[in-house]
């Protein structure tokens, strides 16, 4: 397996950027998605997962109305549309895959597959 996160880049805040990640080695379709960020002191966090095969999303608390994942089976990739960044948004953005799991979370920890980080960084 192996994804390859892409789209990162400097924006000023409220700006926007949407991040990709191509998947080779498996079909998304049948696993569960995640993207998720590390800024610099900071233990990595789960920011937005597609969790179950229903389409089943978690959204952390500090993105909801602002990021959605989403993702596009014919070019097997998947996306975050990143809306209104903050400052507080800058960090080292990683995608990942899992097995579909049923409970409302986007733990690092559930996910096996990582893509390499793409840098995200919110300055004016």
């Known amino acids: 397996v192996q994804l390859q996160a892409s789209g990162g880049g400097l924006v000023q805040p409220g700006g926007t950027l949407r991040l990709s990640c191509a998947a080779s080695g498996l079909r998304l379709e049948h696993y569960a998605i995640g993207w998720f960020r590390q800024a610099p002191g900071k233990e990595r966090e789960g920011v937005s997962c597609?969790?179950?095969?229903?389409?089943?999303?978690y959204n952390a608390d500090s993105v909801k109305g602002r990021f959605a994942i989403s993702r596009d089976n014919s070019k097997n990739t998947f996306y975050l549309q990143m809306n209104s960044l903050k400052q507080e948004d800058t960090a080292v953005y990683y995608c990942?895959?899992?097995?579909?799991?049923?409970?409302?979370?986007?733990?690092?920890?559930?996910?096996?597959?990582w893509g390499q980080g793409t840098q995200v960084t919110v300055s004016s």
């Open positions: 597609v969790i179950s095969d229903d389409g089943t999303t």
């Open positions: 990942a895959t899992a097995p579909f799991y049923g409970d409302n979370t986007c733990h690092v920890e559930k996910y096996a597959d």
